[in-house]
């Protein structure tokens, strides 16, 4: 890794490629704004937002609009995708990475796209930039337009979603075996942050196709080269897998309903339960509440055998109860 002290601000790595299609030159960390744009091509610039100097960096370089600027350094998190002066920018939503795993939390990618160069910025390490530097790597000669980045920067979304759906179809699949177990077991803690999950993700990828197709039907002097190709690409691809996440979404619901079903049907048991036993035991209650009364001329007062006469109709009661709860077929 270079260690060198970094010339340019937030600078997190950059390439540049050269006219004509061939290797890129990834740029050291003391490479300096010449040396991105020498020997022609077109470069990737990528940055990290957490530097506050960025914003100066990116007024000293050429090509970019005002509103291009503006859009690199926002701290919204919505996407949006402006296509103007034959320049594409905005904001892209993506997954974060952490040093040692990947997660599911949102991120935000801001980029500025012209046919000489693609700027990318973002505040936290995210997953699809990061695969897609590494495919830019292993196979450079795909890539001879600055809009064939930003197909691989949305592919690499696709295939990060992909995964995501895989990760939380097994996590449903778990929650489905105990769901439908006989024993009672309340799912909805760890059913929660899935169909969070699958919310968030839904909503912005739906915000996502949105835009590109209302990108794709600009006017053609006001979109970068091949842009329109390459829309249409990346639309078939997302609806794809906005597809499987209204599925997930759907299924998580149905759990969800399955779930409440199944409380519903506990808690009505239980309620039926304590009210036979409140129908026993209403009328011996009525019974030792009636000889508990501290009134004159009670019967069985007198003699011995007065507590077996109460016995034996707390006894009567019950039957009695028992009785007509047969008759009414509630047992």
């Known amino acids: 890794m270079d260690t060198l002290p970094v010339s340019m601000p937030g600078f997190v790595w950059g390439y540049r490629f050269p006219e004509g299609g061939g290797k890129p030159t990834r740029l050291a960390n003391n490479a300096s704004q010449s040396d991105l744009t020498a020997d022609g091509g077109f470069y990737w610039l990528h940055l990290n937002l957490a530097d506050a100097r960025v914003p100066s960096l990116l007024d000293s370089l050429s090509g970019l609009t005002d509103d291009a600027k503006a859009a690199l350094i926002t701290h919204d998190t919505h996407s949006a995708i402006t296509v103007d002066e034959q320049m594409l920018y905005g904001t892209l939503v993506d997954c974060q990475r952490e040093f040692d795993h990947e997660t599911a939390d949102l991120g935000w990618l801001h980029f500025a796209i012209s046919d000489r160069f693609i700027i990318t910025t973002r505040l936290q390490p995210l997953r699809s930039i990061d695969r897609a530097r590494q495919l830019v790597e292993k196979n450079p000669a795909k890539f001879t337009r600055p809009v064939d980045l930003f197909e691989l920067l949305v592919t690499e979304f696709q295939r990060t979603l992909i995964a995501i759906v895989m990760d939380l179809t097994e996590d449903l699949n778990a929650i489905e075996d105990f769901v439908y177990d006989p024993a009672p077991r309340d799912e909805r803690r760890r ?60 299924r998580a619901r149905l759990l969800h309903e399955e779930i409440d079903s199944k409380q519903s049907s506990e808690t009505n048991r239980h309620l039926y339960i304590l009210s036979i036993m409140t129908a026993f035991l209403l009328p011996p209650t009525l019974v030792t509440g009636f000889f508990g009364m501290n009134t004159a001329n009670l019967p069985f007062t007198e003699g011995a055998t007065g507590t077996e006469y109460a016995i034996v109709m707390i006894a009567a009661s019950i039957m009695l109860a028992w009785f007509l709860l047969k008759r009414m077929k509630i047992l």
Do not use: N
Not at 198 to 226: N, Y
Not at 234 to 241: Q, W
């Open 191 to 250: 059913l929660a942050p899935v169909r969070r999950t699958v919310v968030r993700i839904h909503r912005h990828l739906r915000t996502v196709l949105a835009l590109m197709r209302r990108a794709a039907a600009s006017d053609d002097d006001e979109m970068p080269f091949g842009f329109e190709d390459v829309a249409g690409r990346l639309t078939a691809r997302l609806e794809t897998v906005d597809h499987d996440i209204y599925v997930l979404q759907d």
